[in-house]
Structure formats: C-alpha cells, structure tokens
C-alpha cells in the first residue's frame, strides 16, 4: 500500500491561500476605485486638516506646540506619535492622501474610456454624458491641484526669523533661524523688511486677540511697500508671502565684566508672554 505524498496537500494549501489573498486583494481594488470611496477619503483629509488648525504645528509655531506638550502631558505624546503637530506630514495624513489619489486615478481610468465611448454612440449621447463629462472634471482638478502643491513645495521654500521691533530682515538664506527650502527653489530676493512698531490686543480674559506689525519693504534702498502684517493677512512681495507667526518680547540686557567692559548689549528675544 502506497501512502499518499504529504508534498501534494502543501502545494495545494498554498494554492488556496493565494487564492484567497488575490480574492481578498481583488475586493479591496474595487472598492478602492468607487467614488463612493474616494468621497469618503476626502473627507478624512478634510477632518485631518481641521485637526491641524486646533492644534499648534510645528513648522508654524513651535513655542505653542511646546507649551500645548506641557498643559497636557497625557495627551499630548499620543499626538506627537500620530504626527498631529505636523499634520500635513504626518503618516495619517499622506496614507490618506495616498489612498485618495489612487482611489480617484482608479476611477478615471475607467470612467473616461467609457465616457468617450459614449460620446462616441449617437444612441447614448445625450444619457447623462455632460453629468459624467462634469464629474470627471470635478475629479481630475484634484489631479490638477496635487500638481501645484508639489510644484510649490518644490519650488519654494518656508523660513522663520524672530524681528526686533525697530530691527530689519534682509531676505537672505543666511538671516532665517529656520529653513526649508524645496529641490527647485531659486535664490532669494535679498529685499529688506525694517518693521518700525507693534501693537497687541488682548480679550479680558488676558487671551491674545491680535497683533499687528507695520512695517516697511526696501529694495535695492528704495522704499517700495509700507504695510501692516495681522493675523490672517499677510503682505506679498515678488511672490514671498510674509506672515506673523508669532511674537514675544526681547528686552536689552547688558552683561558687564567686574572691570566695567560690556559683554553683551543688546535685545534678547522670548517667545511668547512675558
């Protein structure tokens, strides 16, 4: 009597088990392609980025990240691992994203043929093909939009330097405290901003309401903007957005030896209330 071989049911395992996987993967390709689901994703970012602007971020505003971490101290290391203080770069957010391209690509890829043999039917023409026509449109924008947020990033670049008031900042990539500059961005303006004063409002309660920066723009000497910089409302100068992402105070402080020589005088900046 001849045993059966135990090579043969092994093989056979493995061949139900990849079955099954490419069944399973075959599934989540469909559902991945539907609108339905590629709506769902949007929405997902759309909650991602609402978390974002409750949440201090770090490329924006350290100092508020650093004391959100130390009001609360349960939550706010769960935050940082989900990367929610940088939300735009944060995995949540690009695995998303990721998902919601494919899923819109997907769709496309097969509304359009079938849009264009549509098109192509005099009988089926005029069913709903200027609907269809609209929604592929309405959908390839985010194709459109992907492209400009990879153009800016880049061919740009996101810089912080803290400003004395009455001091200046020459645009210069030696003068930032912080830069990230993308793999296209070109050489700065080299323009100056000399910010003459500021002013802050505060609620009753003692909360910041807002603060406002007047400053003046110079290039090659010449005075060619005079502006205010609030919150919300930045000022544009050869296409170099410049905001106010926070502000603190920098009082002189003068360091002397016991023989009487001056170390240091000069402002100091704090972040932040005093």
């Known amino acids: 009597m ?8 092994a093989v056979e395992a493995r061949l139900v088990q990849r079955a099954l996987a490419l069944r399973v993967l075959a599934r989540a390709w469909r559902e991945l392609r539907r609108m339905r689901t590629a709506i769902i994703l949007l929405a997902i970012l759309g909650l991602l980025a609402i978390v974002g602007t409750l949440l201090p971020q770090l490329p924006q505003n350290p100092p508020g990240v650093m004391g959100y971490v130390l009001r609360h101290p349960v939550t706010a290391p769960w935050f940082a691992r989900l990367g929610l203080f ?28 079938a849009a264009w043999r549509r ?21 390839g924008s985010f194709f459109i939009l992907l492209v400009g947020v990879l153009y800016g990033k880049a061919g740009g670049f996101v810089g912080d330097a803290a400003v004395v008031e009455g001091d200046s900042f ?10 990230s500059e993308g793999v296209l961005s070109t050489n700065h303006a ?4 000399k910010v003459d004063s500021f002013s802050a409002a505060y609620w009753p309660g003692g909360a910041p309401k807002d603060f406002t920066s007047r400053v003046r723009i110079y290039d ?17 100068y050869q296409g170099i957005k ?6 603190g105070w920098a009082p002189t402080l003068k360091i ?3 023989d009487g020589r001056v170390v240091e005088d000069a402002p100091t900046i704090f972040v932040g209330d005093p």
């Open 2 to 9: 001849i045993a059966p071989s135990p090579v043969r049911p």
């Open 86 to 113: 940088d939300i735009f770069s944060s995995w949540p957010f690009m695995i998303t994203a990721v998902l919601m391209y494919t899923s819109i690509g997907a769709s496309m890829f097969i509304r359009i043929p």
């Open 119 to 139: 098109a192509m039917d005099p009988a089926q023409r005029n069913r709903g093909l200027g609907a269809e026509a609209a929604s592929i449109i309405f959908h």
């Open 170 to 179: 020459v645009e210069a990539r030696a003068n930032y405290d912080n830069l």
């Open 190 to 193: 080299n323009f100056q901003v």
């Open 220 to 236: 090659g000497g010449r005075l060619v903007e005079s502006k205010s910089i609030q919150v919300n409302h930045y000022v544009d």
């Open 242 to 247: 410049i905001y106010q992402a926070g502000y």
């Open 256 to 258: 002397e030896t016991p």
